[in-house]
Nanobody, 125 residues
Framework: QVQLVESGGGLVQAGGSLRLSCAAS????????MGWFRQAPGKEREFVAA????????SYADSVKGRFTISRDNAKKTVYLQMNSLKPEDTAVYYC??????????????????WGQGTQVTVSS
């Protein structure tokens, strides 16, 4: 089993930045791909970014490319999402997730088996 705990969400003005963290415990963290997803009210959960086990390969949704950066520190069992130039449409609950499956980076949420509880990000205009 693995447990994931997100932190770092909050309220920020448009154009601002936030850094989300996701700390893992339990299962061997460094062997698996990790992803960030978000869900806005009334919408489906959507892919934001993903990173492979070594951190050498990343994937981003078109809506966040050039603004968000995903990274990981396997020694700390933590994955990060640096969010810059935030927009009101980035407002959502952000979730980190782990997949033990050999799926393509950028795959949808149904391929991820372990989820954190989510952290709220609100961007005011």
């Amino acid at each position: 089993q693995v447990q994931l705990v997100e932190s770092g969400g909050g309220l920020v003005q448009a154009g601002g930045s936030l850094r989300l963290s996701c700390a893992a415990s339990g299962r061997t963290f460094s062997n698996y791909n990790m992803g960030w997803f978000r869900q806005a009210p009334g919408k489906e959960r959507e892919f934001v970014a993903a990173i492979n086990w070594s951190g050498g390969t990343t994937s981003y949704a078109d809506s966040v490319k050039g603004r968000f950066t995903i990274s990981r520190d396997n020694a700390k069992k933590t994955v990060y999402l640096q969010m810059n130039s935030l927009k009101p449409e980035d407002t959502a609950v952000y979730y980190c997730a782990l997949t033990p499956r050999p799926v393509r980076l950028g795959s949808g949420p149904r391929y991820y088996d372990y989820w954190g509880q989510g952290t709220q990000v609100t961007v005011s205009s």
